[in-house]
């Protein structure tokens, strides 16, 4: 698929325009710092454009300001005392260089104990931790699906986990197949059912219309309060890029 990337300034805002085929024009606003997009379909003009999102301008400033003013973590060095998130929770580091096989455990209710070979730097040390996130969230997302499937009447062909910068998560609706968002093994665990949840949602409609809002107050009725709370989650330290 072929696409066309420009600029346009619209009410002083900064719009990177991507045309390709597709039939509907989609604005979003992303982290960190608010960047503007817009995908729109290959044949819309510039001042079409314009217009779709002129008239969205108050939705557009909200969104910068929320993320103008959501916390955001600073780089983890990975070195021992600093501050780490599981399911919700703060652990403090303590980094142990044994010469053994790396592993990550919890210990005493608020230490997470990383275990690397001597002379691992930062980077082994944050692949390390990667690694056991990956796995402790890929293991708590069989149960939720075999809870939520049958009462949502889907069943998914496929799932995943990947770092997302943009998403908690994502649904491929021709495909079946969804995608969960690395980061959520760090938030609460009903933080990780209502995204799942939300993205099962989108096999029985697309989009986020007022039947998705009348299903998702069916099967999740607190689900407006887990999205706010993962929205005012701090945002991790990313290279973002576009």
């Given at each position: 698929?072929?696409?066309?990337?420009?600029?346009?300034t619209?009410a002083?805002?900064?719009?990177?325009?991507?045309?390709?085929?597709?039939?509907?024009?989609?604005?979003?606003?992303?982290?960190?710092?608010?960047?503007?997009?817009?995908?729109?379909?290959?044949?819309?003009s510039?001042?079409?454009?314009?217009?779709?999102?002129?008239?969205?301008?108050?939705?557009?400033?909200?969104?910068?300001?929320?993320?103008?003013?959501?916390?955001?973590q600073?780089?983890?060095?990975?070195?021992?005392?600093?501050?780490?998130?599981?399911?919700?929770?703060?652990?403090?580091?303590?980094?142990?260089?044994?010469?053994?096989?790396?592993?990550?455990?919890?210990?005493?209710?608020?230490?997470?104990?990383?275990?690397?070979?001597?002379?691992?730097?930062?980077?082994?040390?944050?692949?390390?931790?990667d690694?056991?996130?990956?796995?402790?969230?890929?293991?708590?997302?069989?149960p939720?699906?075999?809870?939520?499937?049958?009462q949502?009447g889907?069943?998914?062909?496929?799932?995943g986990?990947?770092?997302?910068?943009?998403?908690?998560?994502?649904?491929n609706?021709?495909?079946?197949r969804?995608?969960?968002?690395?980061?959520?093994?760090?938030?609460?665990?009903?933080?990780?059912?209502?995204?799942?949840?939300?993205?099962?949602?989108?096999?029985?409609?697309?989009?986020?219309n007022?039947?998705?809002?009348?299903l998702?107050?069916?099967?999740?009725p607190?689900?407006?309060?887990?999205?706010?709370?993962?929205?005012?989650?701090?945002?991790?330290?990313?290279?973002?890029?576009?």
């Amino acid at each position: 698929m072929s696409t066309e990337r420009t600029t346009l300034t619209i009410a002083g805002l900064q719009v990177e325009v991507v045309r390709k085929a597709i039939k509907n024009l989609h604005l979003g606003v992303y982290p960190p710092d608010g960047h503007v997009r817009v995908a729109a379909p290959a044949y819309m003009s510039d001042e079409a454009v314009r217009v779709a999102v002129s008239t969205r301008l108050g939705w557009v400033r909200r969104q910068q300001a929320r993320f103008a003013g959501q916390a955001r973590q600073s780089e983890r060095e990975m070195v021992h005392g600093e501050s780490h998130y599981y399911l919700g929770v703060r652990y403090r580091l303590l980094v142990e260089e044994v010469d053994a096989p790396p592993q990550v455990r919890l210990h005493g209710g608020n230490k997470l104990v990383l275990q690397v070979r001597p002379g691992a730097d930062a980077d082994r040390r944050r692949s390390v931790l990667d690694a056991w996130y990956r796995a402790e969230l890929k293991r708590r997302i069989p149960p939720l699906l075999e809870q939520w499937q049958p009462q949502i009447g889907v069943e998914v062909a496929g799932w995943g986990v990947k770092r997302m910068k943009t998403r908690w998560g994502s649904c491929n609706i021709a495909a079946r197949r969804i995608w969960l968002n690395l980061e959520l093994i760090k938030k609460p665990p009903h933080c990780l059912e209502y995204v799942l949840v939300h993205e099962l949602v989108h096999l029985l409609e697309r989009h986020h219309n007022e039947r998705f809002h009348a299903l998702m107050d069916r099967y999740l009725p607190q689900w407006r309060l887990h999205r706010d709370e993962l929205n005012r989650a701090p945002l991790a330290h990313e290279d973002w890029e576009y």
